[in-house]
């Protein structure tokens, strides 16, 4: 078992349209959780970091953790083509090292 | 700009070269990574620096090398690749200490390919 799974997509949304990208993991021990972003020929850009359950906004952007679920969301409001990316979860409970999914592609449509 | 400089962005090699990639931190981060990254699957961690000395090894062939001479800079060092290994190589910095930790900055990856 992968200890984190991710849809890898692609998913395709209109404009405007409100997007959720999902993670689960099988690790309890996990307690950071972040999104990135990755556009295409770039590195991933560090989009939202939170520490173990809950709710955190930031603009556009909401991240959810559930522990209890294993479970973690990155929601999107008012979706924008410039939005269009890979969205890649990671996880860690020590800091050396990170566990990443393999990443959902996400492709908003004017 | 994300603090992370990789060089550079794009390397074609034979599988008999000799190669180095490189990477640059300008964020005053203590820790360092390297990572292998293939289509459709999840990045794949290869070494950990922490304060210039490696903390992790994820069971990397010999033929890659890292070196960290010191907080600053990562090198890994490319001999006698297989065409597996093409891939985007990327580079990470944090700030590992004790009650502060802090996520990864990713460098914009090197691009490269065995022929």
């Known amino acids: 078992q992968k200890e984190v799974e991710q849809d890898p997509g692609p998913l395709s949304v209109p404009e405007g349209a409100i997007v959720s990208l999902n993670c689960t993991y099988s690790n309890s021990a996990f307690q950071y959780f972040m999104w990135y972003r990755q556009y295409s020929r770039k590195g991933p850009e560090l989009l939202m970091y939170?520490?173990?359950?809950g709710n955190k906004e930031d603009g556009r952007f909401t991240a959810q953790v559930d522990k209890s679920s294993k479970y973690i969301s990155l929601f999107i409001r008012d979706s924008q083509p410039s939005d269009s990316a890979t969205y890649l979860c990671?996880?860690?409970?020590?800091?050396?090292?990170?566990?990443f999914g393999s990443g959902t592609k996400l492709n908003v449509k004017p | 700009e994300t603090g992370v400089t990789q060089t550079p962005r794009h390397l074609v090699m034979g599988m008999t070269n000799k190669k180095s990639l490189k990477c640059e931190q300008h964020l005053g981060h203590n820790a360092m990574y390297w990572y292998k990254q293939s289509a459709k699957k999840p990045l794949e961690l290869m070494f950990v620096y922490s304060l210039e000395e490696r903390v992790e090894n994820n069971s990397v062939p010999s033929r890659f090398s890292p070196e960290c001479p010191n907080s600053s800079h990562l090198f890994l060092h490319l001999h006698t690749l297989q065409p597996e290994d093409s891939a985007l190589y990327l580079c990470?910095?944090?700030?590992?200490?004790?009650?502060?930790?802090?996520?990864?900055?990713f460098g914009d990856g090197t691009r490269l390919s065995i022929l």
């Open positions: 939170t520490y173990s359950s």
């Open positions: 990470a910095s944090s700030q590992a200490v004790a009650g502060s930790n802090q996520p990864q900055h």
């Open positions: 990671a996880m860690t409970y020590n800091f050396n090292k990170f566990y």
